[in-house]
């Protein structure tokens, strides 16, 4: 069974400049989660989505970042406009409808803003 | 609100030597209970749960133990090796929303 899959891998950008990352799901994983992981700690979770609806957003600053789950199976996560202090380890996980508590995650996107 | 708080590190040892990492939660309903690891250059991994009080979930020689009355999910191993060199995250998830909290993680290295 493939993993998750996120690209890119890496990311370098400025400040003030836009930046998306894409998460492909386990095929069949009705739930998908984004997380930033900020050096020394542990993952905090963004945003999650229930097929393409999402169940909560409450910890995803609204006015930069954006995502969305077209079709319930990709989701891409967007920055725009992008600031020092999001310099983070982006990860997507993703977990079975029947299983939710289980969660896959991906490789992560390594983001760096200057 | 939910929260985890594990033991700061980083932790170094040799082969063969006994590990435990600490680990405590609050939470406001009754939690499943998580360790993760992430070995470097990939991504988190579940190495074991307890989903109930006095549950004991195991992989890999590693073990934690559920503890209600402590809340505590402690992780230890009795032997560990080179390869368990990693960083470690204990997390919870209320059965209502299944969102996961983590602690901050400890890094472990263990020396030959």
């Known amino acids: 069974e493939a993993g998750v899959a996120q690209s890119p891998r890496y990311k370098i950008i400025e400040k003030r400049q836009s930046v998306a990352f894409w998460c492909n799901p386990i095929?069949?994983?009705?739930?998908l989660y984004w997380y930033q992981q900020i050096l020394g700690q542990g993952p905090k979770l963004l945003i999650q989505?229930?097929?393409?609806?999402?169940?909560?957003d409450s910890q995803l600053p609204k006015d930069r970042f954006s995502a969305e789950r077209l079709k319930g199976v990709d989701s891409t996560l967007k920055i725009q406009p992008a600031k020092l202090e999001d310099s983070a380890v982006y990860l997507c996980a993703s977990s079975r409808g029947l299983d939710k508590e289980t969660q896959y995650f991906g490789p992560g996107t390594r983001l760096l803003v200057l | 609100g939910n929260s985890v708080t594990q033991m700061e590190g980083p932790v170094t040892l040799s082969e063969e030597a006994f590990l435990t990492i600490n680990c405590t939660y609050t939470a406001t309903g009754y939690p499943s209970l998580f360790w993760y690891v992430q070995y470097p250059g990939e991504g988190l991994q579940l190495l074991l749960k307890?989903?109930?009080?006095?549950d004991k979930g195991s992989n890999k020689g590693f073990e934690a133990t559920y503890r209600k009355e402590t809340t505590s999910f402690h992780l230890e191993k009795g032997s560990v090796q080179v390869s368990d060199s990693a960083v470690y995250f204990c997390?919870?998830?209320?059965?209502?929303?299944?969102?996961?909290?983590f602690g901050a993680g400890t890094t472990v290295t263990v020396r030959a």
């Open positions: 307890a989903t109930k009080a006095d």
């Open positions: 997390a919870l998830s209320e059965s209502n929303d299944y969102k996961l909290s």
């Open positions: 095929s069949g994983h009705a739930t």
């Open positions: 989505f229930q097929n393409n609806g999402v169940v909560d």
